[in-house]
């Protein structure tokens, strides 16, 4: 979970199927690390490292993500960007 020490830097929303799901990238001592949780279960997970960008952080939480949605969901593919 995040803790007082971080700072939220970044929000997107990705839908997978039917699945929604919202990621952050925060900011914390020594890097940044990605979040998400899903809309269709109580599920939620994220980068287990820290990253050095923004973009590497969402990166990983995406590849957390793919695999509950997977495991959970019955998806396969790649999130798309909710429009
Ligand atoms: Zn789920």
Redesign the pocket.
């Known amino acids: 979970m995040l803790d007082t020490h971080t700072d939220v830097v970044h929000r997107e929303v990705y839908r997978f199927g039917t699945?929604q799901y919202s990621l952050l990238a925060a900011k914390t001592e020594g890097g940044y690390f990605g979040r998400w949780t899903?809309g269709?279960?109580?599920?939620a997970g994220g980068s287990s490292v820290k990253d050095d960008s923004v973009g590497m952080a969402m990166l990983s939480a995406q590849a957390s993500l793919v695999e509950?949605?997977r495991a959970?969901?019955g998806g396969d593919g790649a999130p798309l960007p909710a429009a």
Do not use: S, W
């Not at 269709?40 to 599920?43: I, K, M, N, S, V």
């Open positions: 699945v899903c269709a279960c109580e599920g509950h949605h959970k969901h």
